[in-house]
Antibody
C-alpha cells in the first residue's frame, strides 16, 4: 500500500503547480485523498481533500479559489493544483489517504516558488 | 481557524513515560472523537500513530496511547526509546466548514 508523488518543482510567483499522487496496493476509490503541506521548519497544514469515488472536494478556507483537486480513477491518481503561487507557498506538499485520519502518506513533493 | 496548541518540546530519559498535550476548543477537539497523532522523523513523511483519539493502527507499538478530556487530547509514550525521538503532531476534525486542524507540533527528545 503506497502513494507515490511526482517530483520537485520550481515555479515563479504567479504561476501554477500541479502535483500528482498515484495510489497502489488498495482500491483507490475507497478512501479520501488529503493534501497537507509543510514549510521548512514549520508544522503541518491541511489544505483540502478529495473523495476519489464521487469527486466531491473540501478545501481549507485559506485555499478557497486557489486550490483545485482532481482525480483519474482509471489510473488511480489524484492531482492537486495550486494557482497564483506566492513565495510563502514554498513547502513540501504531501498527499495522504484515509477516512478521518491520514493513514498512508506519499513521500512528499518539494515546491519552490522563486523569482 | 487557529492551530491546536501543543508544547514546543518534551523530553525524557530512556524507559520513562512522557505525555504530549493538544489543546483545542469546543469546536474541534471537544466536539469530535476524531483526534489523530502523527510521528515525523527529520526529512520523512509523517506516520499515523493514533486515530479516533485512542486507537492504534496495526504495527504501531502499544507503548503509544491516546486519550481525551474536554478540549484537550493527549499522547502518552511509555518506555521511551531512542527511536521515539521525533516531532509529533495532533490533528482534529473541526466540522464541515473547517474540516481539519493540526497542532503546532512537539519535539520529543530522548535524553
Amino acid at each position: 500500500v503506497q502513494l507515490v508523488q511526482s517530483g520537485a518543482e520550481v515555479k515563479k510567483p504567479g504561476a501554477s503547480v500541479k502535483v500528482s499522487c498515484k495510489a497502489s496496493g488498495y482500491t483507490f476509490t475507497s478512501f479520501d485523498i488529503n493534501w497537507v503541506r509543510q514549510a521548512a521548519g514549520q508544522g503541518l497544514e491541511w489544505m483540502g481533500r478529495l473523495n476519489p469515488s464521487t469527486g466531491h472536494i473540501g478545501r481549507g478556507q485559506k485555499f478557497q479559489g486557489r486550490l483545485t483537486m482532481t482525480r483519474n480513477t482509471s489510473i488511480g491518481t489524484a492531482y492537486m493544483e495550486l494557482t497564483s503561487l506566492k513565495h510563502e507557498d514554498t513547502a513540501v506538499y504531501y498527499c495522504a489517504s484515509g477516512g478521518d485520519s491520514f493513514d498512508i502518506w506519499g513521500q512528499g513533493t518539494t515546491v519552490i516558488v522563486s523569482s | 481557524q487557529s492551530a491546536l496548541t501543543q508544547p514546543a518540546s518534551v523530553s525524557g530519559s530512556p524507559g520513562q513515560s512522557i505525555t504530549i498535550s493538544c489543546t483545542g476548543t469546543s469546536s474541534d477537539v471537544g466536539s469530535y472523537n476524531l483526534v489523530s497523532w502523527y510521528q515525523q522523523h527529520p526529512g520523512k513523511a509523517p506516520k499515523l500513530m493514533i486515530y479516533e483519539g485512542s486507537k492504534r493502527p496495526s504495527g504501531v507499538s502499544n507503548r503509544f496511547s491516546g486519550s481525551k478530556s474536554g478540549n484537550t487530547a493527549s499522547l502518552t509514550i511509555s518506555g521511551l526509546q531512542a527511536e521515539d525521538e521525533a516531532d509529533y503532531y495532533c490533528c482534529s476534525y473541526a466540522g464541515s466548514s473547517i474540516f481539519y486542524v493540526f497542532g503546532t507540533g512537539t519535539k520529543v527528545t530522548v535524553l
